[in-house]
């Protein structure tokens, strides 16, 4: 199993971006999806998650701002990330659940400075 992400970047406060993580491999289906970032000196933390159900949690941080979903048939989890601030900058991960086992994909950096 391997979680594949994409769509981080560089911009500036105020504009968007989103990302997208995909799980490959012999998978029938994916239980819960989530994103973590982790800023330069700080601890990870849970940004948002998704159930199989698509019951969704976020960090109070990005509420309002960010938006998770899933697209089950494609096992993909994305981030819509609208009025992005300095403080969202942070290396961006995805974690999934399969068959009871949390996988991570590598890292995706977002920056956001003018």
């Known amino acids: 199993v391997q979680l594949q992400a994409s769509g981080g970047g560089l911009v500036q406060p105020g504009e968007s971006l989103e990302l997208s993580c995909t799980a490959s491999?012999?998978?029938?289906?994916?239980?819960?999806m989530g994103w973590y970032r982790q800023a330069p000196g700080k601890q990870r933390e849970l940004v948002a998650g998704?159930?199989?159900?698509?019951?969704?949690n976020y960090a109070d941080s990005v509420k309002g701002r960010f938006s998770i979903s899933r697209d089950n048939t494609k096992k993909t989890s994305y981030l819509q990330m609208l009025s992005l601030k300095p403080e969202d900058t942070a290396v961006y991960y995805c974690?999934?659940?399969?068959?009871?086992?949390?996988?991570w994909g590598k890292g995706t950096l977002v920056t956001v400075s003018s």
């Open positions: 974690k999934a659940n399969i068959y009871g086992m949390d996988y």
């Open positions: 998704i159930g199989s159900g698509g019951n969704t």
């Open positions: 491999g012999s998978i029938f289906s994916v239980n819960s």
